[in-house]
């Protein structure tokens, strides 16, 4: 070697993608597959089945082998609240589930006599129990289910910032195993909540830590990966995520029962100790940090397990002194990104495009309830959407990511202002 080398010429010195980066990329990308239970599952857990306001005067009692009446014809389309949270009257003695046709529409034609106050029924044809059935989020309280969805959210902000500076201070590796800890006990913890305010709290701490994982592991795996393969491994972890996606949609279907939902997404959490023997440290971090020996100690350990052992490593630490002498003479800050005109351009377009994308993401993603379709199909097909999508990214990003932005963003929005001219009502899939 004749001069030092910056550290993407290390990297590709030892191999950019080999198999220590591989191996990196395995313990990455399974925590994903966690991370899109726990973004999506309130899908579920939240929903809010077909009800109909219980008599003051008579328990209304469903048949306990089936559903067997039509919640449908009592709420009325689009489950008009006037129907579905008020008091009927006229037949309280009547059971519920031996109404009959004519019966239901005078109930929800003639008979309502005022808000609800003896509680609520709710169908069980697609759930046994949510948050929702289970605290009676809904008619007045209904507000109380989406406050807490955006309690969730507000939690991955504040996660985003609280682990982002953390991860500079104590490195990355220490905040994923940290953030997985959390994330597994606040998520088994919300499979216990007494009641829907502990519940809110423990999903928010949940919603931190899904920041704190998901960026650190992202940041770990490119500063280990070498520039020409950093597109490719990027997109890995998303395809698991992905997996997640549609894995949940089987689990949801199998597991009825919020609280043994969110138990069996969280508790697989546990798992991940082992993270603590195998996951490695970032070599950036480490000497941006002064702590060279521990940096080369880790440079030649992925050397040798890509069978490029390093014979001679002088320049290369030279090479890194020479990097963090120049990191200590300027430290970039967040005030960077609008420093300059251009770079004030450049950041509110980004901030924009991610507001937009995110808005439209988990906006479809997180309502598909309202959709009309079977719940369970919709959560898979929408699963199934994000693999092709994906890859479609492989062979367009390297082409011109100016272009296919643009091109991804005009099909977005235009699919999405095309669902205007779709003709109300439902579409029936079991």
């Excluded at 940290?178 to 009641?195: E, H, K, M, R, Y």
């Excluded at 890194?320 to 430290?331: G, H, I, Q, S």
Aim: net charge neutral.
């Amino acid at each position: 070697m004749e001069r030092s080398m910056n550290f993407d010429e290390i990297l590709s010195h030892i191999g950019g993608f080999g198999k220590f980066q591989k191996i990196l990329y395995v313990w990455i990308c399974l925590p994903q597959v966690l991370l899109a239970f726990h973004m999506l599952i309130s899908v579920f857990t939240g929903a809010v089945p077909p009800h109909l306001c219980r008599s003051n005067n008579t328990t209304w009692a469903l048949p306990a082998s089936s559903d067997a009446f039509n919640f449908s014809l009592v709420t009325g389309p689009d489950d008009d609240p006037d129907l579905s949270c008020s008091a009927p009257g006229g037949v309280p003695s009547t059971p519920l589930a031996q109404l009959n046709h004519s019966t239901a529409l005078a109930l929800s034609d003639d008979h309502i006599t005022g808000v609800c106050q003896g509680g609520w029924e709710y169908s069980k044809e697609t759930f046994h129990s949510t948050v929702a059935t289970e605290w009676d989020l809904v008619c007045d309280n209904a507000n109380l289910n989406n406050i807490g969805s955006s309690i969730y959210m507000f939690g991955l902000l504040v996660g985003a910032v609280l682990f982002g500076s953390l991860a500079d201070k104590f490195g990355r590796r220490n905040i994923i195993l940290v953030g997985l800890t959390i994330q597994s006990t606040f998520g088994v913890g919300a499979a216990f909540a007494p009641n829907f305010y502990i519940y809110v709290f423990l999903r928010f701490v949940v919603g931190t830590t899904i920041s704190a994982v998901i960026m650190n592991a992202f940041v770990l795996g490119t500063e280990w990966t070498g520039s020409k393969h950093r597109m490719l491994a990027g997109i890995i972890t998303d395809y698991f995520f992905g997996f997640g996606y549609i894995t949940l949609a089987g689990l949801a279907y199998l597991i009825r029962d919020w609280r043994k939902l969110q138990l069996a997404i969280s508790a697989p959490g546990f798992l991940f100790i082992f993270y603590i023997w195998v996951l490695p440290k970032s070599a950036r971090w480490l000497m941006a940090n002064q702590r060279n020996e521990e940096a080369m100690d880790l440079i030649r350990k992925a050397a040798l397990m890509n069978g490029k052992p390093l014979q001679e490593d002088i320049e290369i630490y030279q090479g890194y002194n020479d990097m963090v002498k120049m990191e200590e003479r300027k430290k970039d800050t967040v005030i960077d990104l609008v420093r300059t005109p251009k770079m004030r351009r450049n950041s509110c377009i980004m901030f924009y495009l991610w507001f937009v994308n995110v808005l439209v993401y988990y906006g479809l993603s997180l309502n598909i309830s309202d959709f009309g379709m079977n719940i369970y199909l919709t959560q898979l097909i929408f699963g199934l959407v994000e693999m092709p999508a994906r890859t479609i990214t492989l062979f367009t990003l390297n082409r011109s990511r100016r272009i296919s932005q643009l091109a991804f963003l005009a099909v977005g929005g235009l699919a999405c202002l095309l669902t205007i001219f779709i003709p109300d009502g439902r579409v029936e899939l079991v």
